[in-house]
């Protein structure tokens, strides 16, 4: 099921929040539980079995590293295990077919294979189980004991199908001792609405000018159509997953928990470093608490820490999929980062802001174009397209395309920055007495809400882009 | 006895881990698709077709019967009957993209519940027949018969990815 869809936004949610705050605090972990299987089994029915099977696992794996924590050879048995197992799960349904079709195109003949679907959501539970298990063998955790609490932090809906990836241990307390009140689910529903209006109104209506403009050969791209295409992009993968993340995070609120935000204007940034600071925090982090600082971070030798980074940027791209295009997008952050890191990032940091932001959002739409591009062929073609080896500096499509979207992309800027908030804000704080406040934001909200709605509506279906991942 | 007790996480993952193993290799049997090309399904299952009932039908009535574009997907393989009493058809589509599957099963469930709604009260046979219409999705492979011999042509479909 998808936040933004009709059936979750006028009968599952309203039935599942109605029910949970009737129940009894003991049911509310249970309700929440039955929810979110029901939740993925809507859009999974097949898959839910591989989501409880692995819940099944990790708990087992938690409860046997814990069991071995006073023999540190058992226990990194117990551990490795318990990686390897995710890992190879993962690596299964992720990269198979994409290791066969690599064989096939070496070897004289082609390997034929049976193809299964990726499991929506298998990247972002994987992840999240990992942290629990790694965690409860650095005994920065305690073992969850209680099967249903440890199952409702893999599956709590909000955050089961792309994330944000939230860790064990910042949850852990709020599996058996969080409060709702009025002013959470107020707070929750207001910052769901928001995600709602990012994904609805410009992230979808992003996606439908990128979407024409793709589908034109780049040879035949001016200039301008080219980066237009790329900006929409840009703005479609932003205010897709950042609404997505928004809702995420505002549903978990309306339930009573607590998440990380896991997007910062990622586009005010300064430098490709402060860019990973601010987008999809929560994946950044993960690769920095198990993966990078456990290789070594940067206390070690330059060349080593190149090394880790270069790992670390590499496992990024593979994260989002099997294909050339996203190892290469990988990499290509990675050879960034290094490059601010030990060649130019301190001269960088002597240039003029607006001319430190526009060398971000240059790398950062150049990053883009490796990420959608089906093949790497086509992203040189595009890219080529984009320094003037298409069709000529601006065609009247071109213009066609921005003039007749001009309010779009200005919600979009506004939108990626702080300014969009407050201003939304500012409509609604701006009155002297409480009540007008409240009036101001009911207007506000609803306003929001029925636009989205109405776009979705009309709009064709437009599942969220980090579901493939 | 503390000892046994000890041990049940260690015994219960293994035993998770190999249900597992046995889930993902049911899953390859009964719900995976193929990396064949779809001519190279589609020769097969047309070479099952009872020919005598049923035509090859053009990429005008795919649209005209089910509203999609035959260009839409990598490949489109439809046999119909030629007599307007007849339901017999037998639908082969591989999409481009796993998005697509649900326009696709949409379309079939809605001509299937039309014809129903058609040939109710008068067509008790055409009306079994669609009510035992088989279909199946396969990865990007997707199935739909109509026919006294759609349970035939199924398996034919299966064993040809």
Redesign the interface.
């Known amino acids: 099921m998808v936040f933004s869809s009709i059936t979750f936004l006028f009968l599952f949610l309203p039935v599942v929040l109605a029910v949970y705050y009737i129940a009894p605090e003991k049911w509310k972990n249970i309700i929440l539980l039955a929810a979110s299987i029901l939740f993925y089994a809507w859009g999974e029915p097949v898959y839910v079995i591989l989501m409880v099977l692995s819940i099944l696992l990790n708990y087992f794996c938690g409860l046997d590293i814990d069991r071995k924590s006073d023999d540190p050879v058992k226990a990194k048995r117990s551990i490795v295990f318990a990686v390897a197992a995710n890992i190879a799960i993962l690596a299964f349904f992720k990269y198979y077919a994409f290791v066969l079709d690599m064989l096939s195109g070496i070897l004289p003949q082609e390997i034929p294979y049976r193809e299964l679907p990726m499991p929506i959501g298998l990247s972002f539970y994987t992840f999240q189980s990992l942290t629990y298990i790694i965690d409860v063998y650095r005994k920065k955790t305690g073992v969850q004991k209680n099967i249903l609490n440890y199952a409702l932090y893999i599956a709590m809906f909000p955050q089961l199908i792309a994330g944000p990836i939230v860790r064990y241990v910042d949850i852990e307390e709020q599996l058996t001792n969080r409060r709702t009140s009025a002013v959470k689910l107020g707070q929750g529903a207001m910052l769901f609405i928001r995600g709602l209006a990012k994904k609805a109104v410009i992230a979808n209506m992003s996606g439908e000018i990128f979407q024409q403009i793709s589908d034109m050969p780049a040879s035949q791209m001016s200039v301008l159509m080219a980066w237009l295409g790329c900006i929409s992009y840009a703005f479609q993968i932003y205010f897709d997953f950042s609404g997505y993340s928004d809702m995420a995070v505002g549903l978990a609120r309306m339930f009573g928990f607590e998440l990380k935000k896991n997007f910062d204007y990622p586009y005010i940034s300064q430098s490709i470093t402060e860019f990973w600071r601010r987008w999809h925090i929560s994946l950044s982090s993960w690769f920095r608490e198990y993966v990078y600082i456990p290789l070594g971070g940067n206390r070690c030798s330059a060349v080593r820490n190149v090394v880790n980074l270069m790992i670390v940027w590499t496992l990024t791209g593979m994260w989002h999929g099997a294909a050339w295009n996203f190892i290469v997008w990988g990499v290509y952050y990675g050879v960034i980062i290094v490059m601010e890191k030990y060649v130019y990032g301190a001269s960088l940091d002597e240039l003029p802001k607006p001319v430190r932001h526009i060398y971000s959002l240059v790398v950062i739409l150049i990053g883009w174009v490796f990420f959608f591009s089906p093949s790497i062929g086509y992203a040189l073609r595009y890219l080529a397209a984009m320094f003037g080896g298409g069709a000529g500096i601006a065609d009247k499509g071109a213009w066609f395309v921005l003039l007749s979207h001009w309010l779009l992309y200005l919600l979009a800027v506004l939108g990626s920055t702080r300014i969009g908030f407050s201003f939304i804000r500012a409509l609604t704080e701006a009155w002297k007495s409480q009540r007008a406040r409240t009036a101001a934001s009911v207007i506000v909200y609803f306003g929001m809400f029925f636009i989205s709605i109405a776009y979705l509506v009309t709009g064709s279906y437009n599942p969220f882009l980090y579901f493939r991942f | 006895m503390t000892k046994k007790r ?1 041990g ?3 015994v ?2 293994y035993i ?2 190999a ?2 193993l046995i ?2 290799v049911v ?2 049997l009964f ?6 090309s779809f001519e190279e399904v589609s020769e097969t299952v047309s070479a099952s077709i009872d020919t005598e009932n049923l035509t090859e039908m053009s990429e005008r009535m795919l649209k005209r019967n089910f509203g999609l574009n035959s260009a839409d997907y990598d490949g489109v393989m439809y046999y119909a009957s030629e007599s307007s009493m007849s339901v017999e058809e037998v639908l082969l589509i591989k999409v481009k993209s ?2 697509q599957i ?2 696709v099963t949409d379309a079939l469930d809605e001509r299937t519940q039309a014809r129903i709604a058609a040939f109710e009260g008068y067509g008790s046979e055409e009306v079994r027949l669609l009510e035992d219409a088989q279909q199946s999705v396969r ?2 492979f997707i199935f739909f018969a109509v026919s006294s011999q759609a349970g035939e042509y199924r398996s034919v479909f299966d064993s040809s ?1």
Do not use: D
């Open positions: 000890a049940l996480p260690e219960a993952k998770v881990l249900v597992m889930y993902v899953l390859m719900t995976s698709g193929s990396n064949k796993r998005g649900q326009e990865g990007r990815l």
